[in-house]
């Protein structure tokens, strides 16, 4: 993602161009990116995130929950004045697994029509996980033959799994759509602090990605497999390892963060109860109750793919959308960035 200034040689301001507006609304959070087109890439204008917890409640009732919907609303609203007041033109706003799964979802997002004007594009798993993954190429690395994204959702995890056909031919790929993400999983098993907890959360866990038909990594290959991480979970957990007082985009998206040290942290972690895991700047009380479920997912969707290093992305479906806005697609220009 590029972060240009607005002014020219002598100071003076750039012509403004055509704002695009891309709204994702996922099980646990609302996250708006409102950006202007650049010559590679695109420059932030505004940008907005609220933990809305709009799934809270959805793995027991099999709907969404009255405070829930007006918490995430009050979030929409915020969102749908800051699209305006930027005003962006080119806008697609998109929801994900709580809507997908929710009996009322399809009210829901007639309610939120009607109190805020935006209009909410009901995601299926595949066009969440191709999303994801067009949001992400730009950290593929330029020689990956197989790449694995694993994007760990509030109300699933999405996996999309892509093989190089040829250098001219690009990628093929598969998605996967595991039913269990940070928010259901926690209300099924608590916050993992203790260790009967996490093991129940890996063995569900397990038992999904064994049920997935997921292709397994042979013996000797993992090395051959390029693995991206997207969410929260991935990022705190790489902005913990950096040691980070403060969460920093710059210093997260991209690095790249062997498992061994990310087992590290989450053992760090899981020793410790909410209020000390709250205590991280990187977490905080929003998240304290649901990073360790995060944890349990990457634990094993890693034993299946046993790969030595994770890149960490903190980019997904909205820079995704942005991307096919501006005519991208999975061959675009792959970047560098350091270890960690």
């Given at each position: 993602?590029?972060?240009?200034?607005?002014?020219?040689?002598?100071?003076?301001r750039r012509?403004?161009?055509?704002?695009?507006?891309?709204?994702?609304?996922?099980?646990?959070?609302?996250?708006?990116?409102?950006?202007?087109?650049?010559?590679?890439?695109f420059?932030?204008?505004?940008?907005?995130?609220?933990?809305?917890?709009?799934?809270?409640?959805?793995?027991?009732?099999?709907?969404?929950?009255?405070?829930?919907?007006?918490?995430?609303?009050?979030?929409?609203?915020?969102?749908?004045?800051l699209?305006?007041?930027?005003?962006?033109?080119?806008?697609?706003?998109?929801?994900?697994?709580?809507?997908?799964?929710?009996?009322?979802?399809?009210?829901?997002?007639?309610?939120?029509?009607?109190?805020?004007?935006?209009s909410?594009?009901?995601?299926?798993?595949?066009?969440?996980?191709?999303?994801?993954?067009?949001?992400?190429?730009?950290?593929?690395?330029?020689?990956?033959?197989?790449?694995?994204?694993?994007?760990?959702?509030?109300?699933?995890?999405?996996?999309?799994?892509?093989?190089?056909?040829?250098r001219?031919?690009?990628f093929?790929?598969?998605?996967?759509?595991?039913?269990?993400?940070?928010?259901?999983?926690?209300?099924?098993?608590?916050?993992?602090a203790?260790?009967r907890a996490?093991?129940?959360?890996?063995a569900?866990?397990?038992?999904?990605?064994?049920?997935?038909?997921?292709?397994?990594?042979?013996?000797?290959?993992?090395?051959?497999?390029?693995?991206?991480?997207?969410?929260?979970?991935?990022?705190?957990?790489?902005?913990i390892?950096?040691?980070?007082?403060?969460?920093?985009?710059?210093r997260?998206?991209g690095?790249?963060?062997?498992?061994?040290?990310?087992?590290?942290?989450?053992?760090?972690?899981?020793?410790?109860?909410?209020?000390?895991?709250?205590?991280?700047?990187?977490?905080?009380?929003?998240?304290?109750?649901?990073?360790?479920?995060?944890?349990?997912?990457?634990?094993?969707?890693?034993?299946?793919?046993?790969?030595?290093?994770?890149?960490?992305?903190?980019?997904?479906?909205?820079?995704?959308?942005?991307?096919?806005?501006?005519?991208?697609?999975?061959d675009?220009?792959?970047?560098d960035?350091?270890?960690?």
């Amino acid at each position: 993602m590029k972060n240009h200034r607005t002014t020219g040689a002598g100071g003076r301001r750039r012509p403004e161009r055509e704002r695009l507006a891309a709204l994702d609304l996922g099980t646990n959070n609302c996250r708006l990116l409102v950006v202007e087109p650049e010559d590679r890439g695109f420059r932030v204008v505004r940008s907005f995130s609220r933990i809305t917890r709009l799934g809270e409640g959805l793995a027991a009732s099999g709907r969404l929950e009255e405070a829930a919907m007006m918490r995430t609303i009050a979030a929409l609203s915020v969102c749908a004045r800051l699209i305006a007041g930027t005003g962006a033109k080119r806008v697609r706003c998109v929801a994900t697994e709580a809507c997908r799964r929710a009996a009322n979802g399809r009210v829901f997002v007639e309610r939120v029509r009607e109190a805020t004007g935006l209009s909410l594009e009901i995601l299926d798993h595949d066009e969440e996980a191709r999303l994801a993954m067009l949001g992400c190429a730009p950290l593929v690395e330029r020689d990956a033959e197989r790449v694995l994204l694993l994007d760990i959702g509030g109300g699933s995890t999405e996996i999309f799994w892509l093989e190089r056909r040829s250098r001219a031919a690009g990628f093929r790929g598969r998605a996967y759509s595991l039913p269990v993400g940070v928010v259901t999983l926690s209300e099924s098993c608590g916050d993992g602090a203790d260790e009967r907890a996490y093991r129940q959360m890996m063995a569900i866990v397990g038992r999904l990605v064994e049920a997935s038909g997921m292709p397994p990594s042979a013996n000797g290959d993992a090395h051959t497999i390029q693995m991206l991480g997207t969410s929260g979970t991935v990022t705190t957990l790489a902005a913990i390892h950096l040691g980070l007082r403060r969460y920093d985009r710059r210093r997260v998206d991209g690095v790249r963060v062997s498992f061994a040290a990310l087992s590290e942290v989450a053992e760090r972690l899981r020793r410790l109860d909410r209020a000390g895991r709250a205590a991280y700047p990187c977490i905080g009380r929003g998240r304290a109750d649901l990073v360790m479920a995060g944890c349990a997912i990457l634990e094993a969707v890693h034993r299946r793919w046993p790969v030595e290093r994770l890149r960490v992305a903190d980019r997904g479906v909205r820079e995704g959308i942005l991307a096919e806005m501006l005519g991208q697609d999975l061959d675009l220009a792959l970047s560098d960035a350091p270890v960690a």
